[in-house]
């Protein structure tokens, strides 16, 4: 007769794991957190490692095994097309400044914009554009840039006590400026839309794993009230 064993039931709460997920300092701060409160409840012996994101990340599913990860998250402007992605939500670029900008009212017009000083985030040397520098040239605002930094709250910090302004994620300046002396302001009229939409990426063959299935979905579950 044959012998058949059966699986042992999958139990998140019962789970020991290490999920590496490689994202942005952004999601880091406004997104990772709300996942790992749910973590708490449902599954309290997993650890979530989080790693800087590469520009080179995108080479799926070589770059994440390279990096030891499981997951990648990132503007889906910058997925691979070879391999599986889902949509985790929208966001908008706000500006921020020093809360005791010496010149800057409560508004900010494009005339405004065009002249000031930026504090500019990129990634890498030779990566993706930042996901502002397009809309940004075609609205004819052409960045002087005394000081460009690869991580959003950087540069958010770097405006305090500064005339500059850096453009950043609007869900991480309105988290920044609860603590910092800043101000968000909305981007003026006659601007182009600075709106992107963050995506979940992974390898196929890793969902092969049933508590890496249950982690995305997870996460996914999450997104959708973000």
């Given at each position: ?67 030891g990860?499981h ?41 405004r ?8 985030v ?14 940004l ?10 000081v460009v ?21 609007n ?56």
């Amino acid at each position: 007769d044959t012998i058949v064993h059966a699986q042992p039931e999958f139990s998140p709460r019962h789970m020991r794991r290490e999920f590496v997920v490689l994202c942005s300092d952004y999601i880091a701060e406004t997104f990772i957190p709300r996942v790992m409160r749910v973590l708490a409840e449902e599954a309290p012996d997993v650890v979530i490692s989080v790693r800087p994101l590469e520009a080179s990340v995108t080479l799926l599913p070589e770059g994440l095994a390279r990096r030891g990860a499981h997951f990648c998250i990132l503007p889906s402007e910058h997925c691979s097309a070879l391999h599986p992605r889902a949509h985790l939500f929208h966001e908008r670029f706000s500006a921020v400044v020093w809360r005791d900008h010496p010149t800057l009212g409560d508004t900010l017009t494009l005339d405004r914009l065009r002249d000031m000083s930026h504090v500019a985030v990129q990634f890498s040397d030779n990566g993706p554009d930042a996901l502002d520098a397009k809309p940004l040239a075609l609205s004819g605002v052409m960045r002087r840039t005394p000081v460009v930094v690869d991580q959003f709250a950087l540069a958010a910090q770097l405006v305090v006590g500064t005339p500059y302004i850096a453009l950043i994620p609007n869900r991480l300046g309105c988290l920044w400026a609860k603590s910092l002396p800043l101000r968000v302001l909305e981007l003026p009229q006659g601007t182009r839309d600075i709106e992107f939409d963050e995506a979940l990426q992974w390898s196929e063959a890793q969902l092969d794993d049933p508590p890496l299935r249950w982690f995305r979905d997870k996460m996914l579950e999450v997104a959708r009230d973000h």
